[in-house]
């Protein structure tokens, strides 16, 4: 995924894709401690993946703040 890509989402999107993604890592993980996993290079894309969706609702987030700062002021 890019982040150009999810910038174009909502935040309730991304909020389900961020549970999502990290469900994908725990199951990725057990799998490959029981050797089912064939690809070990989908938890680090899904790793990566997961931090770009935390970094945008997080960018959101204080984006919320600041304006809601502005408006009192």
């Known amino acids: 995924m890019k ?3 999810l910038r174009e989402r909502t935040t309730e999107h991304l909020q389900e894709l961020e549970k999502s993604l990290a469900n994908d890592v725990f199951q990725a993980r057990f799998k490959n401690f029981t050797n ?3 690809d070990t290079a ?3 894309k899904t790793r990566q993946d997961l931090a770009r969706v935390k970094t945008i609702l997080t960018q959101r987030a204080d984006a919320a703040i600041e304006a809601a700062v ?3 002021a």
């Open 3 to 5: 982040a150009k890509d």
């Open 42 to 44: 989908t938890i680090r």
């Open 36 to 38: 089912r996993l064939n």
């Open 70 to 72: 502005e408006e009192k």
